[in-house]
């Protein structure tokens, strides 16, 4: 994998992490008001970005474990 592509990968991985932090704090705040649609849309979407910047994450392990 080229430096430059690991380098954009990283970067949307660390930009990823401020919207799925506020996605979950949102999340926790629709559960104490109550709001369960809310708290349910905003945590299934936090739980998809949570897991692809996961991905990405492995993605890089993989190419440079080779």
Request: proline fraction near 2%.
């Given at each position: 994998?080229?430096?430059?592509?690991?380098?954009?990968?990283?970067?949307?991985y660390n930009l990823?992490?401020?919207?799925?932090?506020?996605?979950?704090?949102?999340?926790?705040?629709?559960?104490?008001?109550?709001?369960?649609?809310?708290?349910?849309?905003?945590?299934?979407?936090?739980?998809?970005?949570?897991?692809?910047?996961?991905?990405?994450?492995?993605?890089i392990s993989e190419?440079?474990?080779?």
């Amino acid at each position: 994998m080229k430096q430059s592509t690991k380098e954009a990968l990283l970067q949307a991985y660390n930009l990823m992490q401020p919207i799925i932090a506020g996605l979950y704090l949102e999340n926790e705040k629709a559960v104490e008001n109550g709001d369960d649609v809310d708290a349910s849309l905003l945590e299934t979407r936090a739980d998809r970005l949570f897991q692809e910047a996961d991905s990405i994450l492995l993605v890089i392990s993989e190419y440079e474990d080779e």
